[in-house]
């Protein structure tokens, strides 16, 4: 099976090393190096269907790179599109749901399917609207954050609640549920205008059992900074 370690500190790079014959998947130029043994291909993994559900699902481009180590062992490094940190997780016993643009690359025995959420959370989450995506197979998946990272432990009795821009993936053990604000009154117009108001966005609320990563940074809020920003 494929190898995936996170190289430095700073806005790190993910190392991958395959023996000959094993193969990885990305998302789109992510690819910074490899050897010459490694071979890469766009490929719409799963086919067109499968391809087109998961770009509207996870804002991911419709053609992944595909890395094999054709003619023998060889490694490649692999870059997120955003700075931040990136973490390596172990899909198998424990599937995973991931947020738009989380996804970085995953061992071929992955898959990332795609299923529809409630209409609550789909008119609400920046999630894929109708549908989002979970994890299938067993392997290693490694998913990306902007800033730094965390890992929240949700147990029964202690939910929590996390602003929507700051969630990167979660154990899709745990339930959860989408609002416009932490307030419990208000009314559906009183919560919008509160959320508007405050700053504060959509919130997701998660229970159960299981982990949630998080990351430092809000991407949308981050962009609507540097363009009211003059040139």
Not at 41 to 66: D, V, Y
Not at 167 to 178: A, G, S, T
Request: charged share 15%.
């Amino acid at each position: 099976m494929p190898v995936f370690n996170i190289t430095g500190d700073v806005d790190p790079f993910l190392h991958v090393s395959l023996a000959k014959g094993e193969k990885i998947y990305c998302e789109s130029n992510a690819m910074v190096m490899m050897e010459t043994n490694l071979e890469l291909k766009g490929k719409m993994t799963g086919g067109i269907g499968a391809a087109l559900m998961r770009t509207f699902a996870n804002g991911e481009s419709f053609f992944q790179q595909h890395i094999e180590a054709m003619r023998g062992d060889g490694d490649c490094l692999l870059s997120p599109t955003l700075p931040g940190a990136m973490r390596v997780l172990e899909v198998g016993a424990q599937q995973y749901m991931i947020s738009d643009g989380a996804f970085v690359a995953a061992s071929s025995g992955v898959e990332l399917k795609v299923r529809t959420q409630s209409l609550g959370n789909a008119l609400f989450a920046q999630s894929g609207g109708f549908f989002i995506t979970e994890t299938a197979g067993s392997g290693q998946l490694a998913v990306s954050g902007f800033g730094a990272m965390s890992i929240l432990e949700v147990t029964p009795g202690k939910d929590v609640v996390i602003d929507n821009s700051h969630v990167v993936c979660w154990d899709n053990r745990l339930q959860y549920e989408i609002s416009m604000t932490t307030g419990s009154s208000g009314g559906f117009l009183g919560n919008l205008i509160n959320s508007q108001t405050s700053g504060e966005g959509m919130v997701l609320k998660f229970s159960g059992t299981g982990k949630i990563l998080v990351c430092s940074r809000n991407r949308a809020a981050f962009l609507a900074w540097t363009q009211s920003k003059p040139a």
